[in-house]
């Protein structure tokens, strides 16, 4: 059965992700990359528990919440900012967010930004590529090349 090989074939490749470190968890594989590329590009650590409320990476001088943007290619949608991220306290919390976006399933580019630009972000609520472009990004950093590189 086609559909039977398929599952198998994702199941493995996400067993491997996790057997390497990639991946923590089985929920969604994207999310969890995405904090092991901004781990590894920004040089910092996860924290033990996969479930911190505060922030996903830790660095020398960043508490870092990293959100993933995954979506099919025609749809236009960005980051739907949450209370909770409008509530952040930078003291205890996130200093920098970090967004990866990906482009069908790889990762392409990392936008660093301050906490205060999500925490205030203006009431349409959803942070799309084009704010970040145009937003204060402390850091831009274009993976895409890493992942395609002919």
């Known amino acids: 059965m086609r559909t039977a090989k398929i599952w ?3 199941a493995y490749a996400k067993h491997g992700l996790i057997d390497a470190g990639l991946i923590r968890s089985y929920k969604a594989a994207e999310a969890d990359f995405a904090e092991w590329l901004v781990m590894s590009v920004f040089d910092g650590q996860l924290p033990e528990s ?4 505060g922030y ?3 660095t020398q ?18 980051y739907i900012v949450s209370e909770k991220d409008r509530k952040n306290d930078r003291n205890i919390g996130a200093t920098h967010y970090a967004f990866v976006f990906f482009n069908k399933l790889i990762p392409d580019v990392i936008y660093l930004v301050d906490e205060e ?10 942070i799309k590529r084009s704010d970040l472009k145009e937003g204060d990004c402390e850091a831009v950093i ?3 090349d890493f992942f395609h590189p002919d």
């Open 8 to 10: 198998l074939d994702y």
């Open 50 to 53: 996969k479930s911190n409320p």
């Open 56 to 58: 996903d990476v830790l």
């Open 61 to 78: 001088d960043m508490r870092i919440q990293v959100k993933s943007v995954s979506k099919m290619p025609s749809n236009p949608h960005g």
């Open 117 to 126: 630009f999500v925490r205030i972000f203006p009431s349409k609520r959803e």
């Open 142 to 144: 274009n993976i895409g």
